[in-house]
């Protein structure tokens, strides 16, 4: 943003500090008439024809808008995504482990990345991890979604879920 000496414009429209219009005037005026009321020229919008410049107190715009932007960044929900991992010949017990694991990441908003690392010979039976996947999916299907579906990477096979928006309340 230009402000002050740095406008160069030999026409400028100019808003008062509280963004009435003003008129059209050379830059110099402008100025001048911004340095009588104590306060700064700020152009806001250089595109147009002439450019807008409006006067007002720059410090404490820029104080404002650090304020607004540290207050928007405050609201803001991270998403992170967790990593259940499992391998092809997963027990009923360790399953039920991973799935309620996964279970409450989803509740927490994250994202999910499944997992399965295929070892030696089990990279012949990457079908078999399909099979896990799916199972997987149905297992987790209360609380989230199937994002991507599952793919090879490598030796490893992956899937990332997402948690379910919660329900709307019936009226």
């Not at 152009?43 to 820029?62: E, L």
């Not at 499944?114 to 030696?120: A, E, H, P, Q």
Request: net charge positive.
């Amino acid at each position: 943003m230009q402000i002050n000496e740095e406008i160069r414009e030999k026409e400028v429209r100019l808003l008062g500090p509280d963004s009435e219009p003003i008129g059209f005037m050379s830059s110099k005026e402008a100025l001048e008439l911004a340095i009588q009321k104590n306060l700064d020229l700020v152009m806001i919008a250089p595109a147009a024809t002439p450019p807008v410049c409006r006067i007002m107190d720059y410090g404490k715009y820029r104080f404002e808008q650090a304020k607004r932007d540290k207050e928007a960044k405050k609201k803001q929900k991270v998403i992170e995504i967790k990593e259940v991992r499992m391998s092809l010949n997963i027990d009923v017990h360790d399953f039920d482990v991973k799935v309620n694991q996964a279970k409450k990441f989803m509740q927490g908003g994250d994202r999910v990345k499944v997992s399965i690392r295929f070892r030696g010979r089990e990279l012949a039976h990457t079908n078999l991890g399909n099979g896990v996947m799916e199972r997987f999916a149905q297992a987790c299907s209360e609380f989230g979604n199937v994002e991507k579906p599952p793919k090879m990477e490598g030796r490893s096979m992956v899937m990332f879920m997402t948690s379910k928006p919660p329900a709307k309340p019936v009226k």
